[in-house]
């Protein structure tokens, strides 16, 4: 079975711009999460997505957002881009949204933002 | 989330095993540990995780204290894979979401 697919791996970006990250979560999955990871901050929740609906937010500005749709694809944007959005974003899917479940996480999209 | 605290960094020989602590006085009756790992140039991977009991698995084994405030996971042969940094998390099973709170974790170092 496949498992978790970022795209694209590697993103140059500069001030001001607006990104789309992917996700693909493993085959039957429906859950998927996202995270951001940066040497300052380490790893922090932004969003969480189950069947299409977000269910859970971390604390982060309106600029970053995203979206599930019903092939449990999911994809976050952020917007007017700044230096420290530089940073590793990763994606994990797991079956169900439960405290139990196992997250699979993806190999991370790394953006730098000149 | 009840918060863990584990040492920032451990060092181990390639072949010994290897115990990594971690603290939760804080720990709620729900409350499942969960312990993730990162390796270098990687997203995180799940490693184990239980409730009471102590659990084993291919990769580690979970030892938990009888009263739920501290654990240990156990690698009872560390290879040069295993250098990574390793998270240990408490999520509520009765709790819906998926949400990981990750703290700063422990840099485990093997050396052959």
């Known amino acids: 079975k496949a498992g978790v697919t970022q795209t694209p791996r590697y993103l140059i970006k500069t001030r001001g711009q607006q990104v789309t990250l992917s996700c693909s979560p493993i085959?039957?999955?429906?859950?998927v999460s996202w995270y951001q990871q940066t040497p300052g901050q380490g790893l922090q929740f932004l969003f969480e997505?189950?069947?299409?609906?977000?269910?859970n937010k971390g604390n982060f500005p309106g600029r970053f957002s995203g979206r599930q749709f019903s092939n449990s694809r999911s994809e976050m944007n952020v917007s007017t881009l700044e230096l420290g959005d530089s940073a590793l974003y990763l994606c994990a899917s797991s079956l169900v949204p439960q405290g139990t479940d196992t997250q699979y996480f993806g190999p991370g999209t790394r953006l730098t933002v000149l | 989330d009840a918060k863990t605290t584990q040492p920032n960094s451990m060092e181990s020989n390639e072949e010994e095993p290897v115990h990594l602590p971690c603290n939760h006085s804080?720990?709620?009756?729900?409350?499942?540990i969960h312990w993730y790992r990162q390796l270098p140039s990687q997203g995180p991977e799940y490693v184990i995780h239980?409730?009471?009991s102590n659990v084993n698995n291919r990769m580690a084994s979970l030892a938990i204290a009888e009263d739920r405030k501290s654990s240990t996971l156990i690698l009872h042969r560390a290879t040069l894979r295993d250098a990574a940094v390793y998270y240990c998390i408490l999520r509520d099973g009765d709790q819906a979401g998926t949400a990981l709170i990750f703290g700063k974790g422990t840099t485990l170092s093997v050396s052959s």
């Open positions: 085959s039957g999955h429906r859950s």
């Open positions: 804080t720990i709620s009756g729900t409350d499942y």
């Open positions: 239980g409730l009471t």
């Open positions: 997505y189950f069947s299409e609906t977000q269910r």
